[in-house]
């Protein structure tokens, strides 16, 4: 079975709170995350709520890694999507439960856009001719 991508749910438990409310190093964290695993990073995005907690996503050309963090509960919720077979979900799931020294981390993978249960392998990206024939 064959997908167009792969998205990795990643519970982040147990983490060192200080951590997980430092803006700069959460947003770093992602991003050294998405580069670790050959991602081609197209935009970053993160916010600060008040009094603690943060939101934020890096969008990559192969779809985009995105975390929301919960410090008074050591709690980080990351998810992982990336399209194609280069890039690398699992390393970069595992430099951040490194960098938030989660002591307590789970990861769920979900096979995104399964379009055929063939052994046919999918391209992720499809050229014009191709798109006329799926419309």
């Keep these: 079975m064959h997908a167009l991508g792969t998205h990795l749910l990643v519970e982040l438990r147990d983490c060192n709170p200080e951590i997980l409310k430092d803006l700069n190093r959460v947003k770093e964290a992602l991003v050294s995350a998405a580069k670790k695993a050959k991602a081609t990073i197209v935009d970053v995005s ?6 603690f907690g ?3 996503m890096v969008v990559i050309a192969e779809s985009h890694l995105s975390i929301h963090t919960w410090p008074e509960y050591a709690y980080a919720a990351v998810d992982i999507f990336t399209c194609g ?8 799931a595992n430099y951040l439960i490194s960098q938030f020294e989660s002591r307590n ?5 979900v096979k995104r ?6 052994n046919e392998k999918l391209p992720h990206k499809v050229c014009d ?7």
Excluded: C
């Design 46 to 51: 993160f916010h600060e709520f008040n009094p």
């Design 54 to 56: 943060i939101s934020g």
């Design 85 to 92: 077979d280069i890039i690398k979900p699992e390393t970069a």
């Design 105 to 109: 981390p789970s990861i769920v993978e």
């Design 113 to 118: 856009g399964i379009l055929s249960f063939s």
């Design 129 to 135: 001719a191709e798109l006329q024939m799926v419309s």
